[in-house]
């Protein structure tokens, strides 16, 4: 079976500065994709960033990168200079193939002025 | 707007009542996801769609639960005789075939059960 946890249910920030999510997990696959999704307050769950798991170079995406180590099965999100609208609930999750999404606890980030 | 939509948003029901949600998703996309949210949590996998092909379901989904996807465009899912554990936001996703795994999100439909 395949597990996420995420072991921070909430951080807090500064505007401006670099916060790191913590997401671990558990496959017996080598092929898979691991996914960090935001879902702001009352308003719908959006794609961060992806990972392919074959892939050993860490996705990038503009202020947001992962840091995934696939021997210690780690797949961290760092966003940097960090944004007010940043203020969400981030959810690491994985996938194998087409099948169904498994998602961590969740950790509840705010940014504040 | 192309992205995945779902209706009503919001259903308020009377515990044994019937209610049916709707997911349209993104044109091109022929894997359908459900998965349901409760307060603070995760969301958990219900089912998922190849076309109009059911091929998973969720140990979460009991009996009363009923999900269709009758011409592999649009889906339901009916919660049958609704207790108040029903209570939660049921999402929907949707993602192309093999090789782009991605799932793209609805809004949700969120139920409250008295």
């Known amino acids: 079976a395949q597990t996420v946890t995420q072991s921070q249910p909430e951080m807090s920030v500064q505007e401006a500065e670099t916060v790191t999510l913590s997401c671990t997990y558990d496959t017996s696959e080598s092929n898979y994709y691991l996914f960090w999704y935001k879902q702001p307050p009352s308003r719908q769950m959006i794609l961060v960033i992806r990972q392919e798991a074959y892939k050993q170079q860490n996705a990038t995406e503009n202020r947001f990168s992962v840091n995934f180590q696939k021997a210690a099965k780690s797949f961290s999100l760092k966003i940097s200079d960090s944004q007010l609208g940043d203020t969400a609930m981030y959810f690491c999750?994985?996938?194998?193939?087409?099948?169904?999404?498994?998602f961590g606890q969740g950790t509840r980030l705010t940014i504040n002025p | 707007d192309t992205g995945v939509s779902q209706n009503p948003r919001h259903k308020i029901t009377k515990r044994g009542q019937n209610v049916t949600f709707r997911c349209d998703p993104i044109?091109?996309?022929?894997?359908l996801y459900w998965y349901r949210q409760t307060l603070g949590q995760g969301p958990e996998f219900l089912t998922y769609f190849q076309n109009e092909a059911q091929l998973e379901k969720s140990r979460l989904l009991s009996d009363r639960f009923s999900a269709e996807r009758p011409k592999g465009s649009f889906s339901t899912l009916e919660i049958q005789r609704t207790e108040q554990g029903d209570s939660a936001m049921y999402l929907c996703?949707?993602?192309?075939?093999?090789?782009?795994?991605?799932?793209?999100f609805g809004p949700g439909t969120r139920l409250l059960v008295l």
């Open positions: 044109s091109e996309h022929n894997r």
């Open positions: 996703a949707s993602s192309l075939d093999r090789g782009q795994e991605t799932q793209y």
């Open positions: 999750a994985l996938v194998q193939g087409a099948q169904k999404l498994v």
